[in-house]
């Protein structure tokens, strides 16, 4: 049998998350402009008094909310859906958590929330794409913040370790923890159980850590907290050192 004409061609996930990535990348800049002309509109009703001024403020307001949201909705679809080469570099996982701490901690101390690390300074180098590295230990450490604010305390551990040929990072929270259908369900792509939620943290975490040809494992049950641990291979760099 041929193929028939009508059929259309199969497109390769490949080209279409490059299209998607392409679709969301184009939608930003009329975003930015209305973002722009919105403010601008505030700004001139804003010196007028009365009713329906105040009440047209309030209106282009929302309007920017929204496109505030939408802006966030393509960043976060960005971020999953890179397509582009790892840039790695050689570095050390003791290094990186020590920078993305750093940024975390006064946040999280603000709701309460204590990050302590333990570093595993014997550590060898290992190749990482050092920005994108950052981006997946940072949503694990906003998952885990998200899972314990509201409550006013809570620890986020955050361990290395060698493990054969394999660094482990793992992160460790002791909130409420998920239950088993969202255990189930926690890595796929717009899963979320928040109300503002992309559910993209973690299938973005997931695949940063498989294009370091790494992986990553979740563990978590109610009222146990949460174990998240990325490995990454130590080969590339020892490799590499001859
Ligand atoms: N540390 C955690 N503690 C409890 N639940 C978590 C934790 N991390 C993730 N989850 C659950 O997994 C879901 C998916 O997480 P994620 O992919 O980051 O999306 P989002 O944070 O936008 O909801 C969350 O909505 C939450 O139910
Ligand atoms: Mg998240």
């Known amino acids: 049998m041929t193929d028939s004409p009508l059929r259309a061609p199969a497109v390769d996930p490949q080209t279409l998350a490059r299209l998607a990535g392409g679709l969301a990348h184009e939608l930003k800049n009329p975003l930015s402009t209305i973002n722009l002309h919105l403010a601008l509109l505030e700004e001139d009703w804003q010196e ?41 570099q050689a570095t050390t996982l003791q290094e990186q958590v020590e920078q993305v701490v750093l940024f975390a901690a006064p946040e999280a101390e603000r709701l309460g929330i204590r990050i302590q690390t333990y570093l595993d ?29 509201g409550r006013g305390h809570g620890t986020i551990t955050i361990m290395t370790q060698r493990q054969g040929d394999q660094a482990l990072v793992e992160v460790l929270d002791d909130g409420p923890g998920m239950t088993a259908d969202t255990l189930q369900q926690c890595l796929q792509v717009y899963y979320t159980t928040k109300k503002e939620g992309s559910g993209l943290g973690l299938a973005t975490v997931r695949r ?4 370091h040809e790494g992986h990553l494992e979740v563990e978590s049950s109610p009222g146990n907290g949460t174990r998240m641990r990325l490995f990454f291979p130590l080969k590339t760099t020892e490799l590499a050192d001859g």
């Open 48 to 88: 007028e008094d009365g009713v329906k001024p105040r009440r047209t403020v309030k209106t282009v307001r929302i309007l920017k909310e929204e496109v505030q949201r939408l802006n966030g909705i393509l960043e976060d679809f960005l971020r999953f859906a890179r397509t582009d080469r790892l840039e790695l």
């Open 208 to 211: 940063i850590v498989e294009a």
């Open 121 to 149: 300074l014997e550590m060898p180098p290992l190749q990482l794409d050092v920005g994108r590295f950052r981006q997946a230990l940072l949503n694990l450490i906003i998952n885990a913040r998200q899972a314990m604010e």
